[in-house]
């Protein structure tokens, strides 16, 4: 590896290493609170199935399509895009679409930090033995309380998002590639430790019931448009971030099977998160609750009543810790690897200055929790929500459609061929099919229907 910090002449170590920061990026929280509870709501086993396949006729094109289109460019997204529109006679405004994942990934960012941070303060709190005989009432008393402190919240941000900047400020093999190595082991050890606890724990059968018994019954048309967007959210597709992973493969990976890989790593870790948190909720005789409440109420509740049950619970939050700093270095990355390049800059000063903005949009987050509770914007979501909505539901799925539109109809011909590898003139037709018609409508379906009830609202 050479010391010059420019896009284009660095590249992993191996293609484990992409096969590890990819997966490290789309391994998150989307996957640790998001994925089980949304699965044993909606069918369980049957939603499972649903899942998979949206991940492998969504999902998988979408990200060979940008992990292709970063590795044609070698360059950030933005100038990927410029390049690859003029390589291929198309307009420049393509290169909007690059500004559409920076600007998405500051504003993901600026969130995932904050809730990074009660992640981080939940392994102190569980460690220390805080919840160990809890009451239900003192568990969520607990939780509101953190929450309606501005100042502890803003200090476990700042920490989350100083390293954070530290790592990726110290480039692709000293910071990605160094918190990946040491990361993502560690992450799975974890889970398999608290595979192994859950297992004992006396509610495992019933939790495995909850997420792999065959609920069709449950099943309806929104169950399929939850799967998809999940499949686009936890692939932290849409915004670039694959894009600019990309462009440092190395030339001979084979894209197909080592996004086939990535996507198989995410989805068994999401199928883990599960079997791990269920059974332990289960074996207390207490209710699945949603997102935060199950992570930072019903699971600390439920470990406060188990042996050993303080550690473990420190452990799942480092879980949770550590998968979201790998996500969030990689949501930096598309802007940062743009400001060098343009300015020839120095990657740690780029780090800083994109931290500091990024950390100061985070305190309207802090904030909507407490002193701004009441303040709200469009359709009557707080700071937070709106930034959630407009990054999530708006940008990522319009991004991810463009992205593919374009990798798939407007390159020059042979390009993609080449890139993937494919000779066989079938092969390329399905591949055209899949990625170019079904994945970009599949992708515009769940954009309709969740923009759809926000814009009838605000014509009433
Ligand atoms: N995939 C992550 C999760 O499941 C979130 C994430 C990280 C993301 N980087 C992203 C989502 C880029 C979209 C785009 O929590």
């Not at 992409?18 to 089980?36: M, T």
């Not at 500051?106 to 569980?126: M, P």
């Not at 160990?132 to 700042?158: H, K, N, R």
């Not at 509740?301 to 998968?323: C, D, E, R, T, V």
Request: charged share 10%; proline share 3%; glycine share 10%.
């Amino acid at each position: 590896m050479t010391t010059s910090t420019s896009v284009s002449s660095q590249r992993w170590s191996s293609r484990w290493l992409f096969v590890l920061a990819a997966a490290g990026s789309a391994v998150g929280l989307g996957n640790i609170w998001k994925f089980p509870y949304i699965a044993g709501e909606n069918g369980g086993g049957a939603f499972v199935l649903i899942y998979l396949v949206c991940i492998a006729a969504v999902g998988i094109p979408i990200m060979v399509s940008e992990v292709l289109l970063g590795r044609q460019g070698r360059s950030s997204p933005i100038h990927t895009m410029r390049k690859l529109a003029k390589a291929s006679g198309r307009s420049q405004r393509w290169s909007v679409l690059g500004w559409m994942g920076v600007l998405a990934g500051f504003l993901i960012l600026s969130y995932y930090a904050v809730i990074a941070g009660w992640a981080v303060n939940y392994v102190w709190l569980s460690g220390s033995g805080a919840f160990e005989g809890a009451s239900a009432q003192a568990v969520g008393q607990s939780f509101d309380d953190f929450l309606a402190s501005p100042f502890e919240l803003i200090a476990y941000q700042t920490a989350f998002m100083i390293l954070t900047i530290w790592i990726v400020g110290r480039g692709v093999t000293q910071g990605l590639e160094a918190a990946i190595r040491w990361f993502m082991p560690l992450l799975f050890l974890l889970l398999i430790a608290l595979l192994v606890y859950s297992f004992n724990s006396g509610g495992f059968d019933q939790g495995f019931a909850f997420m792999f018994d065959m609920k069709w019954d449950a099943v309806t048309a929104d169950s399929w448009l939850i799967a998809m967007g999940q499949a686009f959210f936890t692939l932290s597709l849409g915004m670039g971030t694959m894009m600019a992973y990309g462009a440092y493969v190395p030339d001979d990976a084979n894209l197909g099977t080592t996004v086939v890989t990535i996507a198989a790593l995410d989805t068994l870790i999401a199928v883990a998160a599960g079997l791990a948190i269920f059974p332990i909720v289960f074996a207390n005789g207490l209710e699945v609750a949603q997102g935060p409440g199950l992570t930072f109420v019903t699971l600390p509740l439920a470990f406060g009543q188990m042996p050993f049950g303080s550690i473990f619970g420190a452990l799942f939050f480092l879980l949770l810790s550590f998968a979201a700093i790998t996500s969030a270095i990689s949501l930096t990355e598309p802007a940062l690897s743009f400001l060098v390049e343009e300015y020839n800059a120095k990657r740690q000063r780029v780090a800083i200055s994109l931290g500091v903005i990024c950390w100061a949009l985070g305190l309207g987050t802090v904030f909507s929790f407490n002193v701004w509770s009441d303040v709200t914007f469009v359709g009557g979501l707080t700071f937070f929500d709106s930034v959630d909505y407009f990054s999530q539901n708006i940008l990522l799925p319009l991004g991810g459609m463009l992205i593919t539109f374009f990798a798939i109809w407007l390159l020059p011909r042979g390009m993609v061929e080449q890139q993937l590898g494919i000779e066989n003139p079938i092969l390329g037709w399905a591949w055209k099919v899949v990625a170019g018609i079904v994945a970009p409508l599949g992708v515009l379906a769940v954009f309709l229907s969740t923009i759809w009830p926000m814009l009838s609202g605000l014509w009433q």
